[in-house]
């Protein structure tokens, strides 16, 4: 197990180090091949790995590398943690990633730095299941930086734009001001129970003071909203649009954002600690949810839709943390990453055949010239609405009750926000696939062609993912499910009279029903028109000038800061201090100059007075 | 216990070396290869040293490779060496560097004179690294200044005379009161002995002052060291001095001499008046992460290259005396591990600077745009070390910086949250920078520039096999460095320093 | 008859002061070098007074010291004077500020 569980690691990390090496010798085919192969070998060697763990009789296991920093009482090792959590975690990670790899052959087939992209997404992968295999939160850490490196780099792929290069970078920076969080929390959780180990924390868990407790969640709670895109730092996902679809797909819509989620479900024993933190997330995360659909409903570039709903997606995931619904967050998270990633690679297929359009006013009636984007879009976009019976609808629905359950009022906010969904994604199926065809000029008059094989049939895998993935969690099918697997690894929950089966048919139906009411609501108003002003605001389309504030706050008073630092107080205060004194002693010496005249008498005058003064001295010293 | 031969022959190899190069001046080209060979004697010596050292030695705790000769004993002159946990890694840095200045920086302008001064200065700073006599540290902590006044005023850009005496004086008069300090400290000492006049590290450590005696030296020290750092707001002299340096002293300076503030902070300052630190511990700290901050923040601002490494320095050195300061074990191991990981960073930096300045003529950022389509090689490599330098794990400069910010945290958890802004702060200014210059479109000059060739990848390689050996495998390192500093803590441990 | 010391002294102190102002008020050169002289001179009155008066032969032979030292001093000085006469023509020595800072 230990063997398997190191593979499933350094699988990524060979296929980097395979391709690093061998320059450009290689064919794009050869490296297609060769970073797909290890990717999905990962995977292979995951569900290997999942079934040796369900015999395993203590569902968890230690898989030590090496001793990595060890002074004083620090003692960090880089060593692995097996356990239900991080084995769902890399199923899918592996999974999914590999089917973008295989996707991405096609996507990015003639592109010049093809050799760099595949590298930089096994390094991507390889750092991902370093995060979540790792078995204290340092190693952790250094898993959550190389996903964010690596999303810089696959952001601002296209270099030679400046808004890619911006987009990249803000990505980065607004993840640092995250990681500012989790730092935070490491040194809070080392100073309270002197280890950095997860299972070490999770044993002095209870000893925990509430201060220390709140402060260490609502630090974890701001490195996940710097990873996951929750309001206050979301803003970088719909910027991180500028790298190529595939990136969007693996790194922004399954796995990296995802880390934050995870992260807060792996500290869930901390969370239990801290009812306000706990209250903090759900709030965070139903507000985020709900700001981000509306938002979702005015953008015209179809990628910037699914960015957006990303982050309402995850919004809903950290409202299921808040109120204790670990296993509800991991399910849903699970699905997303089916129908998200589906629905990215959709597009990047819509916009492939499009010769790169991405309006969603250029597209229209693309249904038929599409028939495998089509169908297999068709059940991304009713997954993801909530329509039953697909993934989405067993998923969200979980995560509904479970809120129900516990906190009323984000209910509500989560059953507007489901209806905002139906109607946003229902609007980009709508403007993308039927109406009328209005991309004649993008495709210069010739018809839009189907994608490759490599393209498609990762599509159709996802398709059939989101078709069956409420399987895993039914919520009528105790001990097989999803929540049953993780339980043994997740925090305490204070208990909650949990809805009567009544109650859950009658939550189900209202769930279909806003699913059913948003999706009507959008097909009847979009059918016919490309454009609205009743319906789209440029307050939504510009995120709630949210960037503007940020700007206007933060972004240009430092600016100002640092260019009046460089440029006044750099030379003119401080270093003017010390040309100060040079002046000075310049200044003073120029007038003790003066004292040395060349007049003689003026010299023996000094003489004279010096001597009257020493003899005044000597007789009042007698005295 | 090792004999100290090793240390001397490292101390007179390069002045045997400039000799040399000196003599062989009329060749054309001959001074360059003394010197390399020289350089790379030293190299090897250096590691030699660091693998032969051993940290458990009899009657002396970590010192090792230690004697005594005294040279004048009415003047209390002596010559006096050893090494230990904390001087090893700046032993090998020395030695390093004068490799990559060597390689990376040539300067085929009257060769030999540069090459002897930089051979010179490397002599210089092994002695003051590898002295364990506290008068001697400080004369050669003096002489450094000779070999770089020269260097940076005979090889410099436009304003080099400037910069040159800026940086002369300001040192010099920094050391002034390092020096009053000294003489008053061996005359305490002896009063207290009634013994010979001596400025043997063990000796005066163990003087006995009063609390305000002690905080006094302490300041007359620290002055010294927060000017050669250099420490907010002492730090003005080293914008100008870096950027009008030749590539060859820039690296010297920034990646090896600032080092020697940090030392003889630790060493000495720390060392010797630790009933000084509680009450100053406050100011000390506070200048440091001013320093953090103040210093990404100017960065941000600053129009050309040179000036932002200088800038990143007294980021990096505030980090540095943090962790020296602090009171913490973890965060002093980290300082240490960080003057050294830093020394190799920005080593990288003012490289890669000097290559692109060759090539393009200038190092301000407005004449830069794209170049990573022409020259992706540097591209990457720069990448590597901004990366180190922003503290990405993996990386080397990440381990140190942890183990700073973590035991600072614990002591003084206030300022180590303030640190750690930095870290957001350390990625803005060179993420920025990295955009203005790399990425983008390249236009006319820009596009044309040649990337890497293979002798500049060659100098490059150790110093991105250093990042990240050091960022995955740090733990032989950190078990030669944490005796050490267990053995100085021991002695300060009265001020109240945490585990 | 015995004249007292004092008396000796005051005439000493006197010619000091005498040339003192002298030194310090006149323009020409060789008035100064005279004033010196003078100066000197009341120097070496006192110390032979003071030797008489204290029976000690040191005083008398401080004066032999003081009277070689003013000589040299008048040929060197003299000397510099005529040199500068040469070249200046004048001997005021307000003009002769060159030396300074």
């Known amino acids: 197990m230990a063997h398997v569980a190191t593979l499933i690691l350094l699988m990524p990390l060979v296929g980097y180090l395979f391709v690093l090496a061998n320059g450009k010798g290689l064919s794009e085919r050869a490296i297609g091949v060769v970073a797909t192969g290890v990717v999905a070998l990962s995977f292979v060697l995951t569900v290997v790995a999942f079934f040796l763990l369900l015999g395993h009789s203590d569902r968890e296991m230690t898989v030590h590398l090496f001793n990595w920093i060890s002074v004083g009482s620090l003692h960090v090792n880089a060593a692995l943690l097996v356990d239900p959590l991080s084995i769902t975690m890399c199923l899918f990670v592996t999974g999914i990633s590999a089917l973008i790899h295989l996707y991405s052959i096609g996507y990015m087939k003639g592109e010049k730095d093809f050799r760099k992209f595949f590298l930089y997404l096994n390094l991507f992968v390889f750092s991902m299941l370093l995060l979540v295999l790792a078995n204290n939160l340092l190693v952790t850490f250094v898993g959550w930086e190389g996903v964010g490196v690596c999303s810089y780099w696959l952001v601002s792929y296209y270099f030679d734009r400046d808004s890619a290069a911006s987009a990249g970078k803000k990505a980065f920076l607004y993840n640092r001001v995250g990681d500012i969080g989790l730092l935070i929390a490491m040194f809070l959780l080392f100073h309270a129970t002197h280890t950095l180990n997860y299972l070490g924390i999770f044993h002095a868990a209870g000893t925990l003071s509430p201060t220390v407790a709140t402060l260490t969640v609502l630090a974890l709670l701001l490195a996940a909203t710097g990873k996951s895109a929750q309001i206050p730092l979301f803003n970088w996902l719909p910027d991180a649009m500028e790298g190529p679809t595939p990136v969007s797909a693996l790194i922004h819509a399954a796995t990296m954002v995802t880390a934050g989620v995870f992260l807060l479900v792996r500290m869930s024993p901390v969370l239990a600690m801290s009812p306000d933190g706990r209250a903090t997330i759900a709030v965070i995360g139903g507000v985020t949810a709900f700001v981000a659909a509306t938002i979702a409903t005015s953008q015209k570039d179809i990628k910037k839709v699914l960015a957006f709903s990303t982050v309402s997606q995850i919004g809903y995931m950290v409202l299921a943390v808040g109120v204790g619904a670990y296993s509800a967050a991991i399910f849903l998270m699970i699905a997303h990453a089916f129908f998200k990633a589906l629905l990215f690679l959709g597009s990047g297929s819509v916009i492939h055949s499009l010769n790169g359009e991405q309006d969603m006013r250029k597209m229209g009636g693309l249904a038929k010239y599409l028939p495998l984007t089509f169908p297999t879009f068709l059940i991304g976009w009713l997954t993801i609405s909530g329509i039953p019976p697909f993934a989405g609808f067993f998923a969200k629905g979980d995560v509904l009750t479970n809120v129900f359950e516990h906190n009323k009022p984000l209910w509500v906010l989560g059953i507007v926000t489901a209806i905002l969904t139906a109607y946003y994604m229902s609007r980009l199926f709508v403007l993308t696939f039927r109406g009328t065809e209005r991309f004649r000029e993008d495709t210069h008059g010739h018809d839009p062609h189907e994608s490759p094989w490599v393209m498609t049939l990762p599509l159709v895998v996802l398709a059939v993912l989101s078709i069956l993935g409420g399987l895993i969690n039914l919520p009528w099918a105790h001990g097989r499910s999803l929540a049953e697997f993780l339980n043994p690894v997740l925090g305490y929950v204070p208990h909650v009279a949990a809805a009567s089966t009544a109650a859950q048919w009658g939550l189900a139906a209202v769930d279909v029903a806003a699913a059913v009411f948003g999706l009507l609501a959008a097909f009847s108003i979009w059918r016919n028109i490309t454009e609205s002003s009743r319906y789209e605001s440029s307050f939504l389309e510009h995120v709630w000038h949210w960037d503007d504030f940020y700007d206007a706050t933060i972004g240009r008073p430092l600016t100002e800061v640092a260019v009046f630092s460089d440029e006044v107080i750099e030379p003119k205060v401080i270093d003017g201090a010390v040309t100060g004194i040079a002046v000075a002693t310049r200044n003073s010496a120029e007038g003790l100059r003066k004292l040395q005249s060349g007049f003689a008498r003026q010299y023996a005058l000094a003489m004279v007075l010096g001597f009257a003064v020493i003899i005044v001295y000597l007789v009042a010293r007698v005295h | ?499 | 008859m015995n004249v007292p010391a004092a008396w000796y002294l005051i005439l000493a102190a006197l010619l000091f002061g005498v040339g003192a102002f002298g030194l310090l008020t006149r323009r020409s050169v060789l008035i100064m070098f005279m004033c010196l002289e003078l100066m000197l001179n009341a120097v070496n009155l006192t110390f032979v007074t003071f030797s008489r008066s204290l029976s000690d032969i040191a005083g008398q032979a401080s004066v032999f010291f003081v009277m070689v030292v003013a000589a040299a001093e008048v040929t060197v000085g003299l000397g510099i004077v005529v040199a500068v006469f040469r070249q200046r023509a004048s001997t005021s020595v307000d003009e002769l500020s060159g030396l300074k800072g």
């Open chain 2, 1 to 499: 216990m090792h004999s100290s031969i090793y240390l001397t022959v490292l101390i007179v190899v390069p002045l045997l070396g400039a000799l040399i190069a000196a003599l062989v001046q009329k060749t054309p080209g001959l001074s360059y290869v003394v010197a390399v060979v020289t350089s790379c004697v030293e190299l090897a010596l250096a590691l030699v040293v660091a693998v032969l050292y051993s940290p458990h030695v009899k009657g002396a705790g970590t010192w090792d490779f230690m004697s005594r000769h005294v040279l004048s004993a009415p003047l209390g002159l002596a010559y006096d060496v050893g090494l230990d946990g904390i001087s090893l890694l700046m032993m090998v840095l020395t030695a390093l560097v004068l490799v990559l200045a060597l390689f990376g920086a040539r300067d085929r302008r009257q060769e030999a004179a540069f090459v002897g001064w930089l051979l010179l200065l490397t002599s210089f700073t092994m002695a003051s690294f590898l002295s364990h006599d506290v008068l001697e540290f400080f004369i050669f902590f003096e002489l450094t200044l000779v070999p770089s006044y020269f260097l940076i005023s005979g090889w410099g850009g436009a304003q080099r005379s400037r910069a040159a005496l800026k940086f002369f004086i300001y040192t010099f008069t920094g050391s002034a009161f390092l020096f009053i300090g000294i003489l008053y400290l061996g005359f305490l000492n002896q009063h207290q002995t009634q013994g010979a006049l001596t400025f043997s590290y063990s000796a005066l450590q163990g003087a006995s002052m009063t609390h305000g005696t002690a905080v006094w030296l302490f300041l007359a020290f620290a002055v010294a060291f927060a000017v050669k750092s250099p420490i907010f707001p002492f730090h003005t002299w080293s914008p100008i001095t870096y950027a009008e340096a030749p590539t060859a002293g820039s690296i010297e300076l920034s990646a090896l001499l600032a080092k020697l503030g940090s030392y003889g902070l630790l060493r000495f300052a720390v060392g010797l008046f630790p009933l000084a630190l509680a009450t100053l511990r406050p100011l000390i700290l506070t200048l440091a992460v001013i320093s953090i901050l103040y210093g990404s923040l100017v960065a941000c601002a600053t129009p050309d290259l040179k000036r932002l490494v200088a800038y990143s320095s007294l980021a990096q050195m505030g980090f540095i005396t943090l962790g020296i300061i602090t009171g913490s074990k973890i965060a002093m191991v980290g300082a240490v591990l960080l003057m050294f990981n830093h020394g190799v960073i920005t080593a990288g930096f003012f490289l890669i600077i000097g290559f692109l300045e060759k090539r393009r003529g200038s190092y301000q950022i407005k004449d830069m745009k794209g170049l990573q389509g022409p020259a992706p090689v540097f591209a990457a490599i720069f990448t590597v070390v901004m990366l180190a330098s922003i503290g990405l794990p993996g990386l080397s400069g990440f381990v140190s910086e942890y183990l700073i910010l973590i035991g600072t945290f614990g002591t003084h958890a206030w300022w180590g949250a303030a640190a750690t802004l930095g870290v957001v702060a350390a990625a803005a200014y060179l993420l920025w920078a990295y955009q203005r210059v790399f990425q983008g479109k390249a236009t006319g000059a820009n596009a044309e520039i040649a990337d890497a060739n293979a002798k500049e990848r060659w100098v490059l390689v150790p110093v991105v096999v250093l990042i990240v050996a050091l960022g995955v495998f740090p733990h032989p390192v950190l078990d030669r460095i944490s005796p050490s500093v267990n053995q100085l803590i021991h002695h300060v441990a009265p001020a109240g320093v945490k585990k």
